[in-house]
């Protein structure tokens, strides 16, 4: 499973989720995980359609979107939604 995250310098809930999506990797080490800065990588990211919140994260099974979390989540949050799609 791969997860795209979207951040940007300027966005205070990207800042706070950090330590959240450390505790994702702990949790699921073999998790892929892709961050892109919408910053400095926006043609990368604008494919994505991230929309107007921030941060973003897409998660991809079998390279197919299957769920999308849009702003601040707790771990509990995120792993629902890994739970339910992990392979």
Do not use: H
């Amino acid at each position: 499973m791969k997860v795209v995250i979207i951040n940007a310098i300027w966005c205070s809930g990207c800042i706070v989720m950090k330590k959240n999506w450390k505790k994702i990797i702990e949790l699921y080490p073999n998790l892929e995980i892709e961050n892109l800065d919408y910053d400095f990588d926006e043609e990368e990211v604008m494919p994505y359609n991230p929309g107007k919140i921030l941060p973003v994260a897409i998660f991809f099974y079998k390279d197919k979107e299957v769920a999308r979390l849009n702003g601040e989540k707790t771990v509990e949050e995120i792993r629902l939604v890994l739970d339910d799609v992990y392979d």
